[in-house]
């Protein structure tokens, strides 16, 4: 799916003094989670400068019983409890820029770098965090939400998850990362994982007596050794630890 383009790195600042780049709303029992870590360092001086924005909208705010009751038990028995959909689709219904609708769920489709890059192209999302059980499929449907998992790990609630997903778009955002930080030579950016690092001091006796030097080749100084040891680095580790991700180079080319 193509995404609309972000105005250009120049408008950056303009644009977020009238509407941020990027705008979260989220759905949660726990409005008081976000923006949570996402407040500090990068994400956080991003969200000071407008470059993003975020709305945690609390689901019981849409109850209507003495209780604020959002869950109930589940038709055909079992353990657990059930979010309600009417009390979800209410709290949806109060969005104006929704965007695109997220529902974090550990039956979804696993979140990758290439889903990152689609989601934070996107003016808009709309994240739902599940608690209990989960949510009834039925406000899943009606409001299209799409399912997306950040492991195969069952969490006890939707909103780390969400801070996850949304840590990852948040630095891909024009202007988020400074000049020194670069998002093209990461792991998948290219499909491999990224080769190790290595800075001063150049040789460095651990605490077992270790000196363990950088290697040479990175000292050199000639750019196309540097770049051909990188390359090799990043297919020895990606064969070593994640062979999965070979395979599906192999399946493109
Ligand atoms: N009964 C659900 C199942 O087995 O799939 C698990 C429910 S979990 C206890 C409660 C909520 O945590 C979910 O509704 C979802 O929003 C969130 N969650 C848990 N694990 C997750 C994961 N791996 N990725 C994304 N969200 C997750």
Not at 86 to 113: C, F, H, N, W
Not at 122 to 127: E, G, R, S, V
Request: aromatic share 6%.
């Amino acid at each position: 799916m193509s995404a609309p383009d972000h105005p250009s790195d120049k408008n950056a600042q303009d644009q977020s003094s009238k509407q941020s780049l990027w705008h979260a709303n989220i759905l949660t029992l726990f409005p008081e989670m976000f923006p949570g870590t996402l407040g500090l360092s990068l994400s956080g001086r991003a969200l000071e400068r407008g470059i993003w924005s975020l709305e945690a909208i609390d689901i019981r705010a849409f109850t209507e019983d003495r209780h604020k009751t959002v869950d109930d038990t589940p038709f055909g028995g079992g353990a657990g409890m059930v979010m309600r959909p009417d009390i979800i689709e209410k709290a949806v219904r109060s969005i104006t820029r929704k965007g695109k609708m997220i529902y974090m769920s550990p039956r979804g489709k696993p979140l990758t770098q290439e889903k990152v890059a689609e989601l934070a192209a996107l003016p808009a999302l709309t994240i739902l965090c599940g608690r209990y059980e989960g949510v009834d499929q039925r406000v899943l449907d009606a409001c299209d939400f799409e399912e997306i998992s950040i492991g195969d790990y069952v969490l006890s609630g939707g909103e780390p998850a969400a801070i996850i997903l949304m840590d990852a778009c948040i630095r891909l955002l024009p202007t988020v990362m400074g000049n020194e930080e670069t998002p093209y030579e990461e792991s998948f950016s290219n499909g491999l994982l990224e080769y190790p690092h290595y800075t001063r001091p150049a040789d460095w006796t651990d605490a077992k007596g270790v000196v363990r030097s950088v290697p040479d080749v990175l000292k050199s100084g000639h750019h196309e050794h540097i770049k051909t040891w990188r390359m090799q680095e990043s297919l020895r580790l990606t064969h070593e630890r994640r062979p999965d991700l070979i395979e599906r180079l192999k399946k493109e080319v």
